[in-house]
């Protein structure tokens, strides 16, 4: 075997120089001695780390002591560090910026933690096993069809259920129709905010975004068709297609959100609520205090992001029904509306949560929460057209 001497040429023997040397002696470096010095390193260091110690548990602390009770003169202790092992060695000091340089390209090639790779932020740290992963989805779908039936009995099939099913075409947004289509939206938007919340609350459980958002929308759009499966056989309602239709569309807007980050940044498709003349607050039922708003947020294009004031506004354009809840002497009336609405996600985490070093667990239910619902008093209208 050729000895590594015979694999150089004369030229790369030569002895260079750190930039930094200044010429000190101590500092001069020749390349065939420092691929000696790293091999020599890179094996005791093999001896020092067990296969199978995560890489993220290795942490390196150096320190240039001369003489007294630390390394030999001279030279730099390197102290290696890992979950169940520790170990140190001792090289010449004028090998440390290299061997600095190279750790430093091994710690930025270091593959990212299992966790930190996670694409959903919002999963779960702490490994799940699959099947308690199926005991949480469980557990979570069980929760959202108990507390929507709970809510649809005390709501909704008070008079109780026939033996025979019932249809009805009720038409879209007509100004004859019952509600003059913001029933038709409300449908869309309570799958979609389904589809989000569940989305987030599956992620929360252990669930990769894939499937979490796989989950939230099938069954958002199970539990909502199945409502409508149940109103063809109660007393008060009936089936009707428009609104099945409707549930799909919401589901489907609501996959398709989540699976695309950038969209969602631009995009909010939200509800704002006032009591209409009926005077009940019902902000699920009363559709002439409904109106939903399809908003485009500034903080999500890339030229009014870095703006510090327009970054918190959105440009809206909103839709919604007045007088079909109110006694039958009032006017109808369907209305399109269009306005500034203030980004209250975007303008907490500049401020409240402005602090925090990543996504904490109520800045995640804030962030869900309001690009939702768009609160009284955070809405300018600018304009409104009477169809």
């Known amino acids: 075997m050729k000895s590594i001497d015979r694999l150089l040429s004369p030229e790369q023997v030569r002895r260079p120089r750190f930039p930094e ?90 593959p990212a933690p299992a966790d930190a790779a996670s694409p959903n932020p919002a999963r779960s740290k702490a490994r799940v096993t699959p099947e308690q992963l199926r005991w949480r989805n469980a557990a979570i779908i069980g929760g959202a069809v108990g507390l929507v039936a709970a809510y649809g009995m005390n709501n909704w099939w008070q008079d109780g259920f026939t033996g025979s099913f019932r ?24 799958s979609y905010s389904g589809a989000r ?15 979490a958002a796989d989950l939230g929308a099938l069954w958002s759009l199970g539990i909502m068709t199945s409502v409508e499966i149940l109103d063809g056989y109660s007393r008060q309602y009936s089936f ?35 009591p209409s003349e009926s005077g009940n607050y019902n902000i699920g039922g009363d559709y002439s205090g409904q ?28 839709y919604g029904t007045r007088g079909y809840e109110s ?35 109520a800045q995640r239910a804030s962030d869900l929460f309001f690009e939702l619902i768009q609160p009284p008093g955070t809405v300018l209208p600018l304009a409104k057209h009477r169809l």
């Open 21 to 110: 040397s200044n010429g000190d002696p101590a500092y001069e470096t020749n390349p065939l001695e420092l691929v000696k010095t790293v091999a020599t390193t890179a094996l005791a260091l093999c001896m020092l780390v067990p296969v199978g110690v995560p890489a993220q548990a290795r942490t390196w602390n150096t320190a240039n002591e001369i003489g007294g009770a630390g390394p030999a003169p001279g030279t730099t202790r390197i102290e290696l560090h890992t979950s169940t092992h520790a170990g140190s060695l001792e090289i010449p000091y004028r090998y440390t910026q290299a061997l600095t340089t190279i750790a430093q390209a091994g710690n930025a090639a270091a």
């Open 167 to 190: 249809t009805v075409s009720e038409g879209w947004f007509g100004q004859p129709t019952r509600y003059g289509g913001a029933d038709k939206l409300g449908h869309a938007f309570f």
């Open 197 to 211: 919340v569940l989305t987030a609350v599956f992620g929360a459980a252990g669930n990769d975004a894939k499937s």
């Open 240 to 274: 009707s297609s428009e609104d099945a239709i409707m549930n799909i569309v919401g589901a489907a807007a609501g996959y398709i959100m989540e699976r695309n980050p950038e969209l969602d940044s631009l995009l909010a498709f939200r509800l704002h609520y006032r």
């Open 291 to 318: 109106t939903y708003l399809l908003a485009v947020k500034a903080s999500g294009i890339p030229v009014l992001r870095d703006n510090s004031v327009l970054r918190y506004f959105e440009l809206a354009v909103g």
């Open 327 to 361: 006694p039958s002497q009032l006017e109808r009336s369907r209305n399109v509306y269009f306005g500034i609405t203030l980004d209250l996600s975007e303008l907490l985490g500049q401020t409240v949560f402005r602090s925090n070093r990543e996504r904490t667990g």
